[in-house]
């Protein structure tokens, strides 16, 4: 029998094993290396100027400070420490409070006037550092701007020793390091030309941050290049520094479980939209609206808000086009009223405009919002101003990933698309494709007709849901939006205008059937009337003959009753003989 | 100006290290030559007085800290340079 069955253990290859990880508490970071920094391991930050790579070493100590239980040292070769701190205050990291016990901040700037006289080592440092380390129990230490004390070594080799004496002395008291060291301007791999080059050798862990500028557009990305021991996030992972330290916006992680599929039905805001839709968006579903600017998008998308919003749901609206106040007047002209909903604080506006930067800093900034409002819906409108800051590739990616993490997160999205209407013409000519992505595709268009301009809404597509295939016409009043079947006639939709006139057409044609109609009935009830009135007459007269005919049949009677009662009697006074039977009576 | 003014030294060490134990013998050497009888040496390990490598802000071994005559000067290195040390003590003058 198989009494050992239940006792056989999962088998873990060695290989599988990861080191035990020191979190950086940077949003997005540590899901790229799942997990963090190399724990009692030393990783080399290597960036151009201005990348970045201080704030990320700061926060990382900051983190495990304050998280961690994980006390620091930062080593400042560069910056002096008063400096540092004071920038730190703009991240709202109170470095003074932490300073105390936790966090201890090393001057280590070469003084300017130092006189330099032969061969020289880093030995006063790491002794003062290791009284420093067992004092406070420091876990975490940072080395920022190493290349700076490098660089008053004189040749390669004495640089190389140092950096072997620095490793050899974090790693043997178990400390989980941060280098940073500088690349030259943008090109990060041009650290590898430098002396100090094959640091990235000799470390367990090196992220190279690339600061650039495409399209007059920064844009700031960071990628793990190597990672002993441990899987990770090949890619370029583009981030933004922001109100908080850095964030780091994630592709989705293979290893992250595919988002919850919901079969519940969220409205869209305009009932006969809904109906269109067999019921409304699907939860969590991406729709899309695109359109020629002015077709009722920003409108549409409104109503959903306000839908959601009267369901109690957390909204937020991102607008790229206008001010807050601007969209909910705009909005409460055509019946959509937001105010309330933005003063129970249901609803989050957002005024895109304000925020400068790529593509990559408006979605990582949207997350950011949506987490912080909690929002189950988001309005992006419209989502194609990503296109015009910084290059295409990058605005598509930023798109997808827009859906990808808003599908995660069970978030339902609506997101506004403007087409050119100059330039493009064609119904797939979404400039981000993200039509493809999208579950529900909405388009909006003109209808130039008559010299009328008409809006029409179909629906392009909508996965998983049954829906019209039909064009409406789209409604803008003061009671809200509404749709309306259009009339096909000769094969052409017809709308506005022309709607109505054979809206009114139709309704005089039946007016007047119905009057016709009416008119013969009582002409008929007239004639039936007389009929009847000449069938009574009749009848009347009919009666009086009869009663003459009686009449006359009785006074016959009665005359010769007296007839023969006056012949009667005439022979009694004659005292003729009686009337013999069988004869003749009569004269003889 | 400084031609017999007292000089106080302070050399800043690690423990045993070949640079450190160079800068003590060189340190020596030029106080014998250039500085007789008017000279003090006090010679720190770092690795046994930590605190105080700290609080002076010593992080590259061997410093020379310079205490008199002011201003205070520090020079870093095995102090090879001979040149460099006059220089840096103002003593050029004396060796022309």
Known sequence: MLSTGNKIKPVQSPLVKTPSKAPTGIAGFDEITGGGLPHGRTTLLVGGPGSGKTIL???????????????????????????????????????????????????????????????????????ALEAQTRE???????????????????DPATKRREIYRLHEWLLAHNLTGIITAKAGGDEASAIIEQ???????????????NHSVAQGVSHRNLRVQKYRGSSFDENESPFL?????????????????????????????VERLDTMLG???????????????GTAKTTLSGAFAEAACGRGESTMFVSFDSDCTEVIRNLASVGIRLDRYVKNGCLRMISARTIAGSAETYLVRIKTLAQEHGARCLVIDPVSAWYKSGND?????????????????????????????MSNRVESGSPLQISALADTWIHLNYLVQAGERNRGLSIVKSRGTAHSNQVRELILSDAGVTLTDTYTAGGEVL?????????????????????????????????????????????????????????LVRSTQSHEGELSRGRTQMKELRGADATKPGRKVGPS | MSRHALFKFC??????????????????????????????????????????????????????????????????????????????????????
């Open chain 1, 195 to 209: 002396p100090f080059g094959f640091m990235q050798f000799m470390v367990d862990c090196a992220v190279i941050l």
């Open chain 1, 136 to 154: 406070m129990g420091a876990r975490r230490i940072v080395f920022d701007a190493l290349d700076v004390v490098l660089a008053l070594l004189p």
């Open chain 2, 11 to 96: 050399l800043y060490v690690a423990d045993d290290a070949p640079n450190s134990v160079q800068a003590i013998a060189n340190l020596a050497a030029f106080c014998k030559a250039h500085l007789p009888d008017r000279y003090e040496i006090e010679i720190v390990d770092v690795y046994r007085e930590p605190k105080r490598a700290l609080t002076e802000g010593i992080f590259m071994t061997p410093t020379l800290v310079v205490l008199t005559p002011p201003p205070v000067r520090r020079i870093v290195g095995t102090l090879s340079h001979t040149q460099t040390v006059l220089l840096a003590l103002g003593l050029t003058d004396i060796t022309e």
């Open chain 1, 279 to 293: 019921g409304g968006y699907y939860r969590g579903a991406s729709v899309l609206i695109t359109g020629f600017s």
């Open chain 1, 393 to 421: 590739l990058t605005a598509q990616s930023v798109a997808d990933r827009l859906i990808d993490w808003s599908k995660g997160d069970g978030i339902t999205l609506v997101c506004t698309s403007l087409l050119d209407e």
């Open chain 1, 241 to 269: 520094i922001g109100n908080s330290g850095l964030e780091v916006a994630v592709a989705r992680t293979p290893g992250r479980v595919d988002a919850k599929v919901s079969n519940e039905r969220v409205s869209s805001g």
């Open chain 1, 57 to 127: 070493a700061l926060q990382f100590l900051v983190h495990g400070a304050q998280a961690c239980k994980e006390p620091g040292i930062f080593v400042a070769f560069e910056e002096s420490s008063r400096r540092i701190v004071a920038n730190a205050t703009s991240f709202g990291w109170k470095l003074a409070e932490l300073q105390k016990k936790k966090l201890f901040f090393l001057d280590a700037q070469p003084k300017p006037d130092l006189i330099q006289s032969g061969d020289f080592d880093l030995g006063g440092m790491l002794a």
């Open chain 1, 495 to 551: 709308m506005g205008t022309l709607r109505w006139e054979k809206e009114r057409a139709e309704r005089v044609a039946h007016e007047a059937a119905e009057a016709a109609a009416k008119l013969k009935r009582l002409r008929l009830d007239a004639e039936e009337a007389e009929l009847e009135v000449r069938l009574k007459s009749l009848q009347t007269e009919l009666v009086a003959k009869q009663v003459e005919k009686a009449l």
